[in-house]
């Protein structure tokens, strides 16, 4: 591999830490040949620290919380489009996202650099009900269709999604994400379990949070002492909402909001449970999902189309918008010794297909062509 450098752009991260923000990690921190340099916020420099990802970062905000998605990705947007960034052929321009903060300074950057070499990931594509992020990402999809040298994708879906778009299918490469085996394999497992439930993701309306109230009230009508932990980080106005719905319905004893965990001890309380509840309404892959299952944890989510592919075991798959058959297939798997032993059997044998040792060597291959 020639040597060359690396410039990221993980301008739109937000909190906590999605599939988006993984997948980036944990390539770039596996590529040791090339210098890095990360466009991001201060917020973003602090993740990748926290995960010994080293490199030179370009700071274009400093909030030491997320709040006004608009007002800050605008903030950000304009200050990394005038970033003085000196490129040389064959520099790689490399979108983490594909939001508007990632794409558009880097399409700017191509159009004065044409030699550089833009790799851009998308992970999904996001439904015309959530029409502001529709039509930003809308947007993004023209400039990556111009400019971009490769599409990277985590599923065969959204490739032919984007094909029937009109990009490129030449251009565009599908490459799984993975999980770290090595470390899951430190997590010990407890004599006594904690929660009943776990979940484990950003708190926003699309990870279907208040799906997870409900399915959990209706567990509770069979099971009342059944304990649902859920993990994660979002905007105070929906932790807020969050927080109402539990006391509504009466659960304050049963559901616990546990907030941004870190990753020992987020899969310390995952592996002290049993079950993973997953009813999430978009998704382009589902590491957590699949962490959960190396774990041993049989899996119940909402019947995804890209469930199909991902997750051909180890999940239990349900009709969107079926709250009560949801909770059954929770109540089936705690209350049915074997049928949980099968299926978690099951998951750990699908969690077993992916690794980031492969992710990387595929992502690399692209560094080159």
Known sequence: MKKSKIIAFMNAYSQGKSGGDMVFIEIARKIK???KIIVTSLLGKKLCEENDLRGEFLITSFESEFKNIIFTYLKRTIKALFLEIRLQKNDILLGTSDFLPDVLPIFWLKIRNKNTKWIQHIFHLIPYSRKIPFLAQKLSLFFIKLKADWVVVDNSLLKKDLEKLGFNPQKIVVNYPGINHNFLKTIRARKRKLYDGIFMAQLRISKGIFDLI???????????????????????????SLEEEVKKFELGKNIHLLGYLEDRKAFEMIRASRVFVFPSHEEGFGIAPLEAQALGLPVVAWNLPIFEEIFPRGMIKVEMGKIEKFANKIVKLLKDKKFYQKISLEAKKNSARYNWEETTKRELKLFIK
């Open 33 to 35: 040949n090339n210098n």
């Open 214 to 240: 409900k399915i959990w009230q209706s567990v509770c009508r069979r099971l009342p002492e059944a304990k649902l932990g859920i993990i994660g980080k979002g905007q105070e106005g929906i932790k807020k």
